[in-house]
């Protein structure tokens, strides 16, 4: 069993960066797909992005392609989300999860692990 920790998230202006980080432990990450999602009160949580176990297959959801990027460090155990020219939609409060599934997963009841969660607030 994994255990999920978000840190890195924050207030920004619109057009600002953030580097969201997940560092887990009990287990490596090797072992799970990992993905980023995120909600906002009222919606349903939401796919960011998502790392193979190899790291050939990194999917986004259109809404942050080209701007966000999933990356992983094995020393570390830590999986980042590092995202540019964040704008004010991307508010919302952003979950790292894993999965032992084979593929990445787009939705959230595919994965079996999920930390606290990290607010984002881009003001405009």
């Known amino acids: 069993q994994v255990q999920l920790v978000e840190s890195g998230g924050g207030l920004v202006q619109a057009g600002g960066s953030l580097r969201l980080s997940c560092t887990a432990s009990?287990?490596?990450?090797?072992?799970?797909?990992m993905g980023w999602f995120r909600q906002d009160p009222g919606r349903e949580r939401e796919f960011v992005a998502g790392?193979?176990?190899?790291?050939?297959?990194?999917p986004y959801v259109d809404s942050v392609k080209g701007r966000f990027t999933i990356s992983r460090d094995f020393a570390k155990n830590t999986v980042y989300l590092q995202m540019n020219s964040l704008k004010a939609e991307d508010t919302a409060v952003y979950y790292c999860?894993?999965?032992?599934?084979?593929?990445?997963?787009?939705?959230?009841?595919?994965?079996?692990?999920w930390g606290q969660g990290t607010q984002v607030t881009v003001s405009s």
């Open positions: 009990g287990r490596s990450i090797s072992s799970y797909v």
């Open positions: 790392i193979s176990r190899s790291g050939g297959s990194t």
């Open positions: 999860a894993a999965a032992t599934s084979a593929i990445v997963r787009r939705s959230w009841s595919q994965y079996d692990y």
